[in-house]
């Protein structure tokens, strides 16, 4: 007889969506957690790298990286090495005089003297290196290349990290 009754139906009703709104709330923090963590990756990363080398006393490989950088002249490599030293963006520049290059440009094989700088930085500061290089060098395609720094003196990697502010 309470089938028939229509209260029943309704209470019945109203009961499979609490029970079914609690699952989806649950899945919405779930959401909302993982957008955040994606978000905040490179703070909690850099975070983590810290700690880690804090604790332990170890180098985390990949944390410093070099740069090479091909300059037409020594004037123009001194500039954009001092520049670069001024905006605290690198803990070292090296300047190498006169280098010989070949490559291809508009195709044919060129051959020409430049001046190669090599820049010691923290990897998280290498795009912003590349996009200020970019932005000075004379030349319209700039040779920058980055490396990771895999291992090396601790001394000398602690005083990386201490030379350059990472902003």
């Known amino acids: 007889m309470q089938e028939n009754n229509p209260d029943f139906l309704y209470q019945r009703y109203s009961k499979d969506i ?8 649950g899945f919405v923090v779930f959401c909302v957690i993982l957008v955040l963590t994606c978000a905040l990756y490179p703070v909690l990363k ?3 790298v810290q700690i880690h080398s804090a604790v332990t006393g170890s180098y985390v490989a990949g944390y410093h990286s070099v740069l090479l950088v091909n300059c037409p002249t020594e004037q123009t490599a001194r500039d954009i090495g001092r520049s670069i030293m001024e ?8 300047i190498f005089p006169l280098t010989t290059t070949m490559y291809y440009w508009k195709g ?3 051959d020409t003297s430049e001046i190669l700088l090599l820049v010691r930085t923290r990897t998280s500061l290498v795009q912003r290196l590349v996009t200020y290089i970019k932005a000075v060098h004379p030349y319209d395609i700039p040779e920058i290349i980055s490396f990771p720094i895999d291992d090396g003196s ?12 990472d902003i």
């Open 154 to 165: 601790q001394h000398y990697l602690k005083w990386m990290e201490d030379a350059v502010t």
């Open 108 to 110: 044919e094989i060129r």
């Open 87 to 94: 905006k605290r963006l690198a803990a070292c520049v090296n």
């Open 18 to 25: 609490m029970t079914s709104a609690v699952p989806r709330s």
């Open 46 to 48: 850099t975070l983590c």
